[in-house]
Each structure stands twice: as structure tokens, then as C-alpha cells.
């Protein structure tokens, strides 16, 4: 449960920034924005109480520790195979 909380909170939080969303195409009102960026840390600071709870304190927060380096990569890997299928110099010859 914990990764998927950390994916979807690194997800509000790549949304909720406007760069990101320049570079694969999603235009969001301000409004949005800033909900994403809350709810995506929201998502964050849950999965913390999860790991804490479920682990215990040491545990816990190392492997929330992973489980944000998992979400964060997997979004940024998300973000870049986005932003090519949008570039046209990435498509095939």
C-alpha cells in the first residue's frame, strides 16, 4: 500500500508543477495546481504514517525511504516516455 500512496503523491506533485506539465502537454487551472501539489504531499506524509505504523519507527521510515525513491523514479520515467511519444523526433524512421 505504501508504494502505490508514494506513486500517486510523487504523481500530484509532478502535476502540480507547471514545467512538468509544459513538457507533456497538460495544462491545469491554478486552482488544480495547488490541489495537486497538497493532496500529492497529503499522499506523501500518509504513506509515512502508514510505513511507521505497519514497521515501526526505524523500519518504517527506511523503507518509506524506498518507497519514495520507487514512486519518484517510476513517475520520472513516466514523464520521459510521455514527454517523447509527444516529441516528433522520437518517432520511428
Known amino acids: 500500500m505504501t508504494p502505490s500512496l508514494c506513486l500517486a503523491g510523487f504523481l500530484g506533485l509532478a502535476l502540480g508543477g507547471r514545467r512538468v506539465r509544459r513538457r507533456i502537454g497538460v495544462t491545469l487551472a491554478s486552482r ?7 493532496v500529492g504531499v497529503a499522499l506523501l ?42 516529441s516528433p523526433e522520437a518517432a520511428p524512421p
Not at 500518509?46 to 526505524?58: D, F, P, W, Y
Open 32 to 38: 488544480a495546481e495547488l490541489g495537486c501539489r497538497v
Open 45 to 86: 506524509v500518509l504513506a509515512a504514517g502508514v510505513a511507521i505504523g505497519h514497521r515501526g519507527g526505524g523500519v518504517g521510515l527506511v523503507a518509506w525511504c524506498g518507497h519514495l525513491s520507487l514512486g519518484a523514479g517510476l513517475v520520472y520515467l513516466g514523464v520521459i516516455r510521455r514527454e517523447r511519444s509527444l
